[in-house]
């Protein structure tokens, strides 16, 4: 009766109920993550160099121009070899990992896999641990690969690419049972051919200028639900209806 629980996502909240009907449901409530610095949403540095949303001439863009992005640790579950498996499609496009290894994980590459990955796909780039990598990025067409069958609670990554109107191409289970295919693209399985198709559907999106609206449904929903300043002010009520019990 001393227990409150907070949940970053529905499903996660929906499974423990499941398993422990018996808890009241007064004491579980959702807060969805942990929130995004307004830096992100304030970024006129990358929104200049952005050409998902600058570009008038969409017709010419050749796959070449494309950057396919992977985040997060190096572990097999979160997608990496599937990432790369999906880079052998688009050979004349270029592929940038952040991200270290998990010596505390059996699932995770290793220092030796890295050198070996590197030397077989040659457009890929291992760029280690890095602060903001996707405010950092100084590329043109960026889009987010997040093939993941790991357990998220609520992706971080997620809400900085849409904060930052990159399009995002991620696994079901990234969804969180929170984003949609309103403001990203997501697969239903995991095989490398599912994502080549979407990434030629977000090509074709982006061609008939559709794209621009998915963009900007998913930097709204990040500004209107998933803030710092929305998220703290969440849990601080929370604190605050807990202290006058």
Known sequence: ????????????????????????????????????????????????????????????????????????????SKGINTFLDILEYFPSSNGIIFGDIDPSSNDSLTNNDIINLASKHKNVSFKGNEKDPLLNIEVKYPVLIIPTQYGEGLSRTILEALSLKIPIICSEIA????????????????????????????????????????????????????????????????????LKK
Do not use: H
């Open 1 to 76: 009766f001393k227990t409150f629980l907070i949940f970053q996502n529905p499903l996660d909240e929906t499974i423990f109920n499941q398993i422990v009907p018996n808890f009241d449901k007064k004491n579980i409530t959702l807060i969805k993550g942990s929130g995004l610095p307004m830096r992100y949403l304030k970024n006129k540095k990358f929104s200049k160099i952005n050409k998902w949303i600058n570009n008038d001439n969409n017709n010419k863009l050749s796959e070449t121009a494309i950057t396919f992005i992977y985040c997060g640790r190096l572990i097999k």
């Open 175 to 242: 969804l969180s049972g929170i984003f949609s295919s309103k403001e990203l693209f997501f697969s239903n399985s995991n095989l490398p051919e599912e994502y080549y198709y979407l990434i030629n559907k977000l090509l074709k999106q982006y061609k008939n200028n559709t794209l621009q609206k998915k963009l900007e449904i998913g930097f709204k929903n990040v500004l209107n639900n998933f803030t710092e300043k929305k998220i703290v002010n969440s849990t601080l009520n929370l604190y605050d209806i807990l």
